[in-house]
């Protein structure tokens, strides 16, 4: 009864929109005809131990015709985290997945629909004012989330909304003190995960859209804020309900799109065999420190991860490949990076400025041959640096793992998370170490 009568709401606001034809391939749904609307009867309970609805957010998305390949399946090991995969073999090219523009929750709409009812305006000029103009987008669907919640079971979202997750294990939910356990590149990036919450909750108590009663809930706060930043994507950030179930994967399976209508479309890049997961990307899997921050997980299937040399990015360490995502240290092989050579050489090349700039030439003119010859001067001392630097931030990571013993989980839930992340990281560095103290041990010799 209550997803039915969320499809009624939902289209009753939207009632000039058309359907997009179904692709080739997508099997239809029943649509549910006459619903009755219920008298306001439910929120969506968020407490942590909450359960999620996925049955009746299933019932949701048919009724509202949101369309799914034969074979299309979402799943559970632990009732918690849940995501799709299929039960069919699926050729390369094939739609798996349809959702028409009327489900998908969009910043630009959202801006549009808030804005008749009161002043939003205000709290995304103090975003602004924060530094934080970026994030005006995810601003406004945070809101949206806030204002559906308020409507209970009256909203066309709710059957989608109480299908969410409500545990997470991002940045921004994190203790203070897993904060203390956090290496200093996914410290960093946690810090500005638990800033970015702080200003938008901030700006929400500007607002006149949200009850105050609403805008003085801070856990009610950072469950929205981080349906919105686990959950949207694109430049007009937008949240397609069903899509948002696609897991992250180094290796994809499926590549998204919108039609001419803006409703969504989601195909298989390859062919995909049954039993298999249907997976997109969230960002860039040589970062998993970035993806455990944001989103809240640990992609162990990650081939490499930034190596943690942890520099103020001038004009020159970035041409010289200075980035999160080109200084690397492979895990299964413990390679190392041609720019994580190149900087760790630029760097100690500090004390002897002529050798640095014919260094620093040779590199942007592409002249292999001259900055081949300074890296072989110089090897020795780029690897004993290089070496100091891995033997000590696993000094580093041994005693934050240190600070975990006897902490109860229950009151720190994302520990465990933590101290997974950190083994992961520790594992690669150790591939690596292994590798320098060869190289080193070869040159003394």
Same mark, same amino acid.
């Given at each position: 009864?209550? &997803? ?60 509202? $015709? ?18 799709? @995969? ?127 009663? $609403?805008?003085?809930? =801070?856990?009610?706060? =950072? ?45 298989? &890049? ?9 997976? @997109? ?19 162990? $299937? ?13 004009? =020159? ?9 080109? @200084? ?9 990076? $041609? ?99 060869? @190289? ?6």
């Amino acid at each position: 009864m209550i &997803a039915s009568a969320c499809v009624a709401a939902l289209l009753s606001a939207h009632a000039a929109f058309a359907f997009a034809p179904v692709p080739r391939g997508i099997a239809r749904r029943t649509f549910f005809r006459n619903p009755v609307i219920a008298p306001l009867a439910a929120k969506v309970d968020f407490d942590e131990s909450a359960e999620r609805d996925i049955g009746t957010m299933n019932e949701w998305a048919a009724a509202c $015709t949101v369309q799914r390949a034969e074979g299309f399946q979402l799943t559970s090991e632990d009732g918690r985290d849940w995501s799709v @995969m299929t039960t069919e073999p699926l050729e390369a090219g094939t739609p798996v997945l349809s959702v028409p523009n009327v489900v998908i929750l969009t910043a630009s709409k959202s801006k549009y629909e808030l804005e008749q009812l009161g002043d939003v305006q205000v709290g995304a000029d103090l975003l602004g004012r924060l530094g934080a103009g970026d994030q005006i987008p995810q601003f406004y669907l945070f809101l949206k989330i806030l204002a559906e919640y308020e409507k209970g079971d009256q909203s066309p979202w709710y059957p989608w909304l109480n299908s969410l997750p409500r545990l997470y294990f991002n940045a921004a939910s994190m203790t203070n003190f897993c904060f203390e356990c956090l290496p200093p590149l996914v410290f960093a990036l946690a810090r500005t995960e638990r800033i970015r919450f702080d200003n938008f909750y901030n700006a929400l108590q500007k607002v006149d859209v949200i009850s105050e009663r $609403t805008k003085s809930d =801070q856990e009610l706060a =950072q469950w929205a804020f981080n349906i919105v930043c686990t959950r949207s994507w694109g430049t007009d950030p937008k949240i397609v309900p069903m899509a948002d179930m696609f897991n992250h994967g180094t290796e994809t399976e499926i590549v998204i799109s919108y039609d001419e209508e803006d409703n969504f479309i989601a195909y298989v &890049a390859k062919d995909v065999e049954a039993g298999s997961p249907l997976r @997109m990307s969230y960002g860039d899997p040589t970062n998993p420190s970035y993806l455990f921050s944001r989103y809240g997980f640990l992609d162990e $299937t990650s081939p490499a991860s930034f190596c943690k040399i942890m520099l103020n990015p001038t004009p =020159q360490l970035v041409d010289m490949g200075y980035d999160h995502s080109r @200084m690397l240290f492979y895990k299964d092989t413990g390679d190392i990076s $041609t720019e994580v050579w190149d900087v760790m050489l630029y760097q100690n090349l500090a004390s002897n400025r002529d050798v640095q700039q014919a260094f620093y030439e040779a590199h942007m003119q592409d002249d292999a041959e001259t900055k081949g010859a300074i890296h072989q001067q110089y090897f020795l001392e780029t690897a004993t640096s290089l070496q100091s630097h891995v033997n000590s931030f696993l000094t580093q990571l041994d005693e934050l793992s240190e600070k975990s013993y006897g902490q109860d989980p229950s009151e720190h839930p994302r520990l465990p998370l933590i101290l997974r992340h950190n083994e992961f990281v520790k594992t690669t560095f150790l591939a690596v170490k292994d590798r320098l103290d060869d @190289m080193v041990a070869q040159a003394y010799a």
